[in-house]
C-alpha cells in the first residue's frame, strides 16, 4: 500500500468511525451516606453524523450520561469512546481538549452574558483556543450566518427573543466547530412555535454532518430524531421506531 492509499484509507476510518462508543459504563455516586447507581452498565453506539434523543424519568440517568458524553465527568467503570480517545482514561488536559474542541453544549437556560452582545457572546465561546482576532471574527460571523442571526449580531439577549437567544446559544457552541453537538432540554424555556424554530435550526446543522445528542422530555422533538434512546434507572433501550 502506497502512502497515499493509506492516507486515503485512514481518511476514510475516520469519516465512518462512530461519535460515540459506550461499553460497560457505570457511575456511583455516595449521596447522604448510601450509595447510588446512575448508570448501570450502559452499552451504546451513536454513529457520527447522527440525531439522537435521550429520554426518561427525572432522576434516570439522563444528565449524568451526558455530563460523560461532554467529558465534564468520568465513569466509575467501562469506557466512554469519543473517536479514538477514551474518556475514562484520558489525562485532565486532554478531558479539555475534548470539552474546548471537540463537544458543543446547549442547555435549557441559555447562559448568555446580558451586558455583552449575541456577537460578543458567541466570541466568549472561543476564547479557549487562542484564535487571531481576524479568524475569531470569521467563526462568529459564521456561526452566527448559520443559526439565520447576521442581522442580530449587535443585540443583547434583552433585545431578543427566546427563540433568538436559544439560537446565539447553540452559535456559540458551533463556533468552536466541533464533532458533536449535546443539548440538554434545549427547548424547554420554549414555547411551540419557538421550539420548532430552534429545531429546524438544529436539523439543518445535523444535515451539515453535526452530530446531535439531545436530552429531551418532549415526545414531539424527540420524534424529529433519527434515533431514540431511552434511559431509566441507569439501564439504557432503544426505541426507534
Not at 468520568?74 to 488536559?93: N, Q, R, W
Request: aromatic share 2%; charged share 25%; glycine share 8%.
Amino acid at each position: 500500500m502506497t502512502m497515499i492509499d493509506q492516507t486515503v484509507t485512514d481518511a476514510a476510518a475516520t469519516l465512518t468511525m462512530p461519535a460515540y462508543r459506550l461499553a460497560g459504563v457505570t457511575k456511583t455516586y455516595q449521596q447522604k451516606g448510601r450509595v447510588v447507581q446512575a448508570l448501570k452498565g450502559v452499552d451504546v453506539e451513536i454513529a457520527a453524523g447522527d440525531f439522537v434523543t435521550i429520554q426518561g424519568p427525572t432522576g434516570g440517568g439522563k444528565s449524568t450520561l451526558l455530563q460523560l458524553l461532554g467529558a465534564l465527568d468520568t465513569p466509575t467503570a467501562g469506557h466512554v469512546m469519543i473517536g479514538e480517545t477514551d474518556l475514562a482514561t484520558a489525562s485532565a488536559k486532554d478531558l479539555e481538549h475534548v470539552r474546548a474542541r471537540e463537544v458543543g453544549f446547549v442547555f435549557q437556560a441559555f447562559n448568555l452574558i446580558p451586558t455583552l452582545t449575541a456577537a460578543e457572546n458567541v466570541s466568549m465561546g472561543l476564547e479557549p483556543l487562542g484564535l487571531a482576532p481576524a479568524e475569531r471574527a470569521e467563526r462568529v460571523a459564521d456561526a452566527l450566518a448559520r443559526v439565520d442571526l447576521s442581522d442580530r449580531g449587535d443585540h443583547r439577549p434583552g433585545e431578543l427573543s427566546g427563540g433568538q437567544q436559544q439560537r446565539v446559544a447553540i452559535a456559540r457552541a458551533i463556533a468552536k466547530r466541533p464533532r458533536v453537538l449535546l443539548a440538554d432540554e434545549p427547548t424547554g424555556n420554549l414555547d411551540e412555535y419557538m421550539r420548532d424554530e430552534i429545531l429546524a435550526v438544529l436539523e439543518h446543522l445535523n444535515a451539515e454532518g453535526l452530530t446531535l445528542v439531545v436530552v429531551t422530555h418532549d415526545s414531539a422533538v424527540a420524534r424529529r430524531a433519527r434515533r431514540r434512546l431511552r434511559l431509566d434507572k441507569g439501564t439504557i433501550k432503544d426505541i426507534t421506531r
